[in-house]
């Protein structure tokens, strides 16, 4: 979700006028996704390296979380949503941790669509801790090397429990990864678009999920 800060100094405004824009996004993303049949949306909130910004800025966003799962809670559970949360959230503080873990524990029966917010997400930090868990368990004698594949590093990434990404977004003009799901976007449809994300909105998610839908995904094979 980038361009907030671009969206923000067009019109004259503080950064943050642009994460709260941004925030409007998000839901009318998230209604819109559920409507044309998404399964899984994941959310690039903030990333591992996006505590190199200003504390204002960092504060500013960390409120404003705070503020979404608030209000929103009650949405999300009336439309059948699902609220997963990636990467190291704890980072934002217990006060924060609680209320995720809350919104977590209060959507869990809800089946239109899950919603995973990425936080504090860095997808080499991901690997790296899968790699970790891997080694624990040969050297506990849990398992042999040998039985170390693609599989089991999956099943120890964040997102296990869900299928492999399809298609993958990013607004404002940026025409990189930025450390996002880095490994389960091996075979993902790649979508760059100039859009700042406070002007994604239906009409922009409906032309990509056509475009998804145009291509041919052959998976390596012809
Ligand atoms: C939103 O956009 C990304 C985050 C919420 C961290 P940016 O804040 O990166 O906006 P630009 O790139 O400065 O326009
Ligand atoms: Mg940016």
Redesign the pocket.
Known sequence: ???????A?KRGLP?VA??RA?AEAVRTTVRAAAEAGVEVLTLY???SE?WR?SDEEVSD?TALMRFYLDREIATLERDGVRLEFIGEPAAFGSDLAARMQRATERTRHNRKIILVIALNYGSRAEIAGAARRLAEKVADGEMTVDAIDELTIERELQTSRWPDLDLLIRT?G?VRLSNFLLWQAAYAELIFLDT??PDFDATALGDALGQYTARQRRFGGR
């Open positions: 979700m980038d361009g907030n800060g671009r969206w100094a950064r642009g994460h941004g909130a903030f990333s996006n910004r966003l404002s940026e700042l994300w």
